[in-house]
Structure formats: C-alpha cells, structure tokens
C-alpha cells in the first residue's frame, strides 16, 4: 500500500516536471502561433468591418426605396378613393334618374300629376342637366290627363323624352367607363402595393444583415482583443512555466531523496534473512562399560583393606 502511493505520488511529480517542460521547450512554436492568431484575427475584423460598411450602405439604399416606393402607393390609394367615390356617386345618380323616370313620370304621362310630384321631378330631372325651357314646357302636359294633352303637348313630351333616353345612354357610357377606370385604378394600387412590399422586404432583410454583420463585428473585436491579450501573456506564462518546472524538480529531488529513501532502507531492514542450512546434532550412544571408559571400576576389596 505504501509502496503504491508513493509510485503514485512520483509519478504525479514526474508529470508536473513534464508538462512544464514542454511549455517551456515549445515556447517558440506557441509564441508563432499566437502571433498567426493576431494577424488571423486582425484580418477577420477587417473583413466583419467592410462586411458591416457594406450592410450599413444597403440598408440605407433599401430604407430610401422603400420610401420612394411609399409615395406612389399613397398616390395610388388616394386616386383609387377619390375615383370610386366619384364611380359611387355616378351610380347613385343614375338609380336617381331611373327611380324619377320610373316613378315620377311615367304615372304622370299615363295619369297626369300634381305640382308636388311634378316639383319633385324638375328637381330630378334638373340634376341630370335637362334643359330648363324643356322643364318648365314639360308642366302643362304632365298636370293634364293623356286625353287632354293636345299635339304640341304631344311634341314636349315626345322631345322630353328623347332627352332623357339620351341622358339615360350618357349614363350607361359613364357608367362603363367608370367601371373600367376602377379596375385601373385597382390595378395601379396594386402594383403599388407589390413594390412597396417589395421594398419593405428588401428593407427588412438588409436590417437582419445589417444586424448579422453588428454582432459579427463584435465577435471579431473580441476576438482580437484576446488574442493580443493572449500574445502578450506569453513571456509571463513563459516564465511561470520555467519557475514551475524548477520547483517540480526540487520537489521531486526532495521526494526521492526523503520520502523514498526512508522507505527504500525501512524495506531492506524489514526484510527477512536467507534461510541457513542447521547442522544435524550427533546422535546419542549407549553408557560403555567402565574399562572401555578408561575408568576403573573401583576396588572393594581393596578398600577395605
């Protein structure tokens, strides 16, 4: 376990020592590549700048069209009313003149009238341009029944009606041309229209682009501003690359030199001694008897003696 540690913290060491080498060794070739990324990033906001020059000019050029296009489109609009207006006036004029016809003089002709409705249809009838003697000729025929009206009533009534038939073909021409003048001025409305909404989509997408080339223009300041950043930061991060490296070195000399070594001469005192062949004792042997032991046995008789 304690030998497992300590392989896991030199190796940590000895990565240290690494990455700080190589920082410190490729120097030059990371001072080449931040000085690419200035001059890279120096050319992308020049290019986002005349980017945003360019969309600044279109959209002031769409903005200009779409104003000019307004114009006509409000000339358009207010021809086409003023016209149709007139177109509705005309129209109502001509339903006045077939309801005076129709209502008004055609049940004096057939009956004779009275000067409430004959009043009422000079006044129509003067509305529309009749000729004042024949409105004031038409008065006699009209107040008297059909079987009193003598030859020359016959003759005003006759002339009042050519007129009218007239009036009523001046109508139905008007009427036409009327109808065909609306659809021109519709027709003109609309184009009018069509190129507005043309220069308004123009407009708005040259303000999306606009904006597009804007926070482009941003980035690419920011962008430039780091890199330079990052150029000048070299030398220091350089520097604390080196002074890294040295106190990695000392740490891991320190290591060895302490930790490791105390551990190393701890292991070998630890360590359990060869295993040494043991001498067989000798073997045991049987008491001899006494004169094979050079020992007299000792002599009673004697003894007493």
């Not at 080449?32 to 020049?46: F, G, I, P, T, Y």
């Not at 177109?87 to 109502?92: A, I, M, N, T, V």
């Not at 007239?166 to 041309?177: M, Q, T």
């Not at 991060?237 to 930790?259: H, K």
Request: net charge negative; hydrophobic share 40%.
């Amino acid at each position: 376990m304690v030998a497992t540690t300590l392989a896991d913290s030199e190796s940590v060491l000895l990565e240290d020592i690494a990455s700080a080498e190589a920082t410190v060794n490729g120097g030059g070739d990371e001072k080449s590549r931040r000085e690419a990324a200035v001059v890279s990033a120096e050319q992308n906001l020049q290019v986002c700048q005349e980017t945003l020059q360019e969309k600044q000019t279109l959209k002031a050029q769409t903005l200009d069209k779409l104003k000019a296009a307004l114009e006509p489109l409000k000339e358009a609009q207010a021809k086409q009313q003023d016209g149709d207006a007139k177109g509705d006036d005309l129209e109502k004029a001509k339903e006045a003149f077939a309801a005076a016809r129709s209502e008004l003089l055609m049940p004096m002709k057939e009956a004779g009238g009275s000067k409430r409705p004959l009043h009422n249809l000079a006044k129509q009838l003067k509305a529309v341009h009749i000729e004042d003697s024949l409105l004031e000729a038409m008065e006699l025929p009209l107040l008297k029944k059909p079987e009193q009206r003598g030859d020359f009533d016959a003759v005003i009534l006759e002339q009042l009606d050519l007129q009218l038939s007239e009036k009523d073909l001046a109508f139905e021409s008007k009427l036409k041309e009327a109808a065909s003048a609306k659809e021109e001025r519709a027709a003109a409305v609309r184009a009018a229209q069509d190129a507005h909404d043309t220069a308004k989509e123009a407009s708005e997408a040259a303000a999306e682009e606009l904006k597009a080339a804007k926070d482009a223009e941003s980035a690419a300041k920011a962008s430039s501003v780091e890199a330079h950043r990052a150029a000048k930061s070299l030398t220091s991060e350089l520097a604390d690359a080196a002074q890294q490296l040295d106190t990695a070195r000392q740490r891991l000399e320190a290591f060895r030199s302490g930790p490791l070594v105390c551990f190393n001469e701890l292991l070998e005192r630890s360590a359990p001694l060869p295993e040494q062949e043991r001498e067989e004792p000798p073997a045991e042997t049987p008491d001899a008897p006494a004169a094979e032991s050079g020992a007299a046995a000792p002599d009673v008789t004697d003894s007493k003696a």
